[in-house]
């Protein structure tokens, strides 16, 4: 399982046996911070392995560029973009767009998409739960109804 | 152009049912006469617009907002302005931002 150092926020990837207390208590193999905190509600809400099939799923799609899942509480969660991009920059980009929709969703209860157009990318967010987003960057306006299909379902299950 | 002119031009954009612009501070500038909870959506066009511009630096083009069971709504950065659309439905987001955009690029143009 793969979870993000609180101090330096380099991932770390550990045996889930080792948290069934509901609580991680490791050390950052890349600063050595010593990181304990609760991982039950993290876990979850956020099976990973379902998030990377996602993945994996949709980037053989025409002309998607990138995708990742944000979290509020532990940032980026699983990625696939273009390798130019530092886990900063999407972290920056996740945070951004998780508030802004959570602006948009404070005056519209109903919302339930924001696409976002920069440069020339259309970022597409979704919210899956209380603190969970997809990111779908494509290079074009609208998303093949297959990624949609798969949003949906993962929408359905509360991911 | 002054501002009533420009924005009787967005009104009769292809897809536009209503518009609201404000200034870099959130203060509404106009909106059209007929809009319900101008203060409700000029908070949001706001804090979105000025979150998004955070987030795209000047490389952000428009935004839109799928609803449910209301109408869509779209924000474009013009210069430190923001303008709020409300879009009619049954037509596609993209079409009446592209539009939009149009008209605010010739607005841009006639400026300079």
Redesign the interface.
């Known amino acids: 399982m793969i979870l993000f150092c609180e101090d330096c926020g380099e991932k770390n990837d550990l045996d889930p046996a080792a948290f069934a207390g509901g609580k991680a208590v490791f050390r950052c193999s890349v600063c050595d911070y010593p990181n304990a905190y609760s991982i039950s509600s993290y876990e979850k809400e956020c099976p990973s392995h379902k998030l990377t099939d996602f993945l994996d799923a949709i980037q053989p799609s025409s002309g998607i560029i990138g995708a990742f899942f944000y979290h509020e509480e532990q940032g980026v969660i699983e990625q696939k973009m273009p390798q130019l991009l530092t886990r900063n920059d999407i972290d920056?980009?996740g945070s951004?767009?998780a508030?802004?929709y959570a602006?948009?969703q404070?005056?519209?209860r109903?919302?339930?998409?924001?696409?976002?157009?920069?440069?020339d990318k259309y970022f597409s967010v979704f919210k899956l739960s209380t603190h969970l987003y997809v990111i779908v960057i494509a290079a074009g306006?609208?998303l093949p109804d297959k990624i949609l299909e798969l949003i949906s379902i993962l929408e359905k299950e509360g991911m | 152009m002054s501002i009533a002119e420009v924005l009787s031009h967005v009104k009769r954009i292809e897809g536009v049912d209503g518009y609201i612009l404000l200034d870099g501070q959130g203060k509404v500038i106009a909106c059209n006469d007929d809009m319900k909870a101008p203060e409700?959506?000029s908070?949001?066009v706001y804090?979105?617009g000025r979150?998004?511009s955070?987030?795209?630096k000047k490389?952000?083009?428009?935004?839109?907002?799928?609803?449910?069971?209301?109408q869509d709504?779209l924000i474009f950065p013009v210069g430190n302005y923001y303008l709020g659309v409300v879009k009619q439905a049954g037509i596609?987001?993209?079409k009446t931002?592209r539009a939009v955009r149009e008209f605010l690029n010739v607005l841009a143009g006639k400026r300079t």
């Open positions: 920056t980009l951004g767009l508030r802004s602006e948009g404070s005056s519209c109903d919302l339930t998409k924001m696409a976002v157009v920069i440069s306006p609208g | 409700t959506f908070k949001m804090a979105c979150s998004l955070s987030v795209g490389y952000f083009k428009y935004a839109s907002f799928s609803r449910a069971h209301n709504i596609r987001n993209f931002a």
